[in-house]
């Protein structure tokens, strides 16, 4: 059971251009959703993450939004560049230290 | 850099053998998790310790799968007769205290299983 789906599965993006990424969710008792960068051959790194009681979050380029309760969040990479070309999934887990339940990923790519 | 290393980066074997991985977290990490990747999907999750407790497991990890981390530090992932069907990046996550979520990714373990 796929329950964190992410759409859409690949992206092209001019430079300076704004990437968005969705995701949507089943299971209601989940309340964290990070996002993570993925680079070829690396393990995924942590990019920023969210919790239901706020319905935004920025840092730098990359800002979140969160909509409870049509079960959907995104991330938004603004003025994105060729170096933001990467793997990005989203995921989300219930409760503090538990297992996290990734989305199927977004290939970026940032053309110069 | 998160601290968490994964040992070794890379192992090609052939099907039947056996095969262990292992993961070093940062000594903050008390939370430690396991995770399979395959080409073009996202994680899976296999397996979670607090200290050396192994507290979780998902219906992924079969009989063939077996983890253990002994005296809390690091961890040992190992796969007995392998198939084919487990050549996949093997991730492990670490975690620090039980209030916080965040999770820090190793670089994995591509395994080949020719």
């Known amino acids: 059971q796929q329950q964190v789906k992410q759409s859409p599965q690949s992206l092209i993006v001019q430079k300076g251009g704004i990437s968005i990424i969705n995701c949507a969710y089943e299971?209601?008792?989940?309340?964290?959703f990070p996002w993570y960068q993925q680079f070829p051959g690396k393990g995924p790194a942590l990019l920023i993450a969210?919790?239901?009681?706020?319905s935004e979050k920025k840092e730098g380029r990359f800002t979140i939004s969160f909509n409870k309760s049509a079960k959907q969040f995104s991330l938004h990479i603004m003025d994105s560049q060729p170096g933001d070309s990467a793997t990005y999934f989203c995921?989300?887990?219930?409760?503090?230290?538990?297992?996290?339940?990734f989305g199927g990923g977004t290939r970026l790519m940032v053309k110069p | 850099d998160t601290g968490v290393s994964q040992d070794p980066r890379h192992k090609i074997t052939k099907r039947g053998q056996n095969v262990t991985f292992r993961c070093d977290p940062i000594s903050e990490h008390n939370r430690l998790y396991w995770y399979r990747q395959t080409l073009g999907q996202g994680p899976e999750f296999l397996t979670y310790?607090?200290?050396?407790?192994?507290?979780?497991k998902s219906r992924l990890l079969s009989d063939r799968f077996s983890a253990e981390r002994p005296k809390g530090s690091f961890s040992t992932l190992e796969i007995q007769r392998t198939e084919q069907g487990d050549s996949a990046m093997y991730l492990c996550a670490g975690g620090q205290g039980t209030s916080t979520d965040t999770q820090y990714f190793g670089p994995g373990t591509r395994l080949t299983v020719l």
């Open positions: 310790f607090q200290n050396e407790a192994q507290l979780e």
């Open positions: 995921a989300a887990s219930m409760g503090a230290g538990n297992m996290l339940t």
């Open positions: 299971n209601t008792a989940f309340d964290y």
């Open positions: 969210i919790r239901p009681d706020v």
